[in-house]
């Protein structure tokens, strides 16, 4: 663990905190079993650090934003296919706007084979995330990561997603594969249908690409 995120001073350095939050990931994060690959920094803003790392079926956004306590810093982590562009959430694809980052979430309700009622029950209802990642938070390696640094945490459990969901989950983002990212897409339809909840800003939340 890089002891910059942790330790810092007052004197805070952008580019040395974007180091360590490579250096995070890269312990934590099995890059290479899966061939991924750096291919995107910005390191200028503390409060939005952006790593991008890339293989032949997707990519992976890593953007971190340093708070006044190693407690409260933030990771968001998302899977975008291979037409992402770097720090834009929206793109034009096939004459409409749509969103190119997507949310763990959903995707490993659609690979878990639950309908998008299901779906829909499992995350409004029951106001849970999927079985694999509420197990991981609940579990004696989970609890300890989240207490020693949260988003350390984060990026151990997306290693063990990887290693649990294997190559299902790159494939579903991977552009050569079109009939799954298509049931994939009818799936987040409906079920943004059934939530019955409407984005305030950007393009609706089932406009994937």
Known sequence: MNNYL???GQDINANRAGQGLLETIIENLSLAQWNFHLNHTNFVNINNLVAI???VYCRISFVFSLQQTPRHDELVISYGRS???????????????????????????FLDGLSPSDAVHQSKTKNQSPVFIEKFRKSELGVR??????PKASIAMHSAIWQHYGQKLFALFDLRNPKLWDEYEAFVKEYYKLLDIKASFGPPYENIC
């Open 83 to 109: 037409h992402a562009q770097n720090e834009e959430p929206y793109m034009n694809w096939r004459g409409k706007n749509n969103r190119c980052w997507h949310n763990i979430l959903i995707p490993l309700r």
């Open 6 to 8: 942790l330790n810092r």
């Open 53 to 55: 790392y890339d293989s």
């Open 145 to 150: 990561l989240f207490n020693e640094y949260p």
